[in-house]
């Protein structure tokens, strides 16, 4: 195991809600990115938090939004979901951040199914 | 532009075959970095391995081995003797050149070890 925890582990969304993805890093890791994976796919990275704030982003809309907290831990905010958000939702953490090549380690994921 | 491309979408083997995974990958960046994943059913991302542009030593650790090749762009993974418990879905992965750290995976080869 990584160290790196996700909660919750399934949600189940309508069309037009809003959600919340939670992460906690791994110990001593200040960094941590979000990837979305749609079914049969790779993971496509949305963005990524150092020192509570955001320092890079995907292809991803404004609706996905994020959070870094003191304790490096994080949240993934998605309103106004639509049924293409249906995805699982991998949150990675690394130390330090700029570093190029530092290995990514990630959490379980959280399946978000959104009808 | 980076992209990670693993044409090889399924692979099933017979249980002590040797199986070799695919990765091509194209970037711009001279100092890069290069990944495989894999991914059991239960969704988490387990890193494997790690490799620099830099180092083009073949690596071995046990039933797995990397082959690196800098002249053809690629970074193909060999199992050998290969057993039920390597099924999953592995997926080759890229750095980018920017200052923050965004991972490029690939699509991933699910590989099937029959009994």
């Known amino acids: 195991e990584t160290g790196v925890t996700q909660s919750p582990t399934h949600l189940i969304k309508t069309r037009g809600q809003q959600v919340t993805l939670r992460c906690s890093s791994q110990s001593g890791h200040n960094t941590v990115s979000w990837y979305q994976q749609a079914l049969g796919q790779g993971p496509q990275f949305i963005f990524q938090y150092y020192r509570e704030e955001e320092n890079g982003r995907g292809n991803f809309p404004p609706r996905f939004s994020g959070l870094q907290f003191p304790n490096y831990s994080s949240e993934l905010n998605v309103n106004a979901l639509e049924l293409d958000d249906s995805a699982l939702y991998l949150c990675?953490?690394?130390?330090?951040?700029?570093?190029?090549?530092?290995?990514?380690?990630f959490g379980p994921g959280t399946r978000l199914l959104v009808l | 532009a980076q992209k990670v491309t693993q044409a090889q979408t399924e692979i099933s083997v017979v249980e002590k075959e040797d199986v070799t995974l695919d990765c091509v990958y194209e970037t711009r960046d001279t100092t890069y970095y290069l990944f495989w994943y894999k991914q059991p059913p239960s969704g988490e991302l387990v890193f494997l391995i790690r490799?620099?542009?830099?180092?083009?030593q073949n690596e071995i650790s046990g039933r797995y081995s990397w082959n690196f090749q800098k002249s053809t762009s690629s970074f193909n993974f060999t199992i050998t003797a290969s057993q039920v418990v390597d099924s999953a879905v592995y997926f080759c992965?890229?750095?980018?050149?920017?200052?923050?750290?965004?991972?490029?995976f690939g699509i991933g080869t699910k590989l099937q070890v029959i009994p």
């Open positions: 992965a890229l750095t980018n050149s920017g200052g923050y750290q965004k991972v490029t």
């Open positions: 990675a953490s690394s130390f330090p951040s700029g570093r190029r090549g530092e290995t990514q380690y």
């Open positions: 490799r620099n542009s830099f180092d083009e």
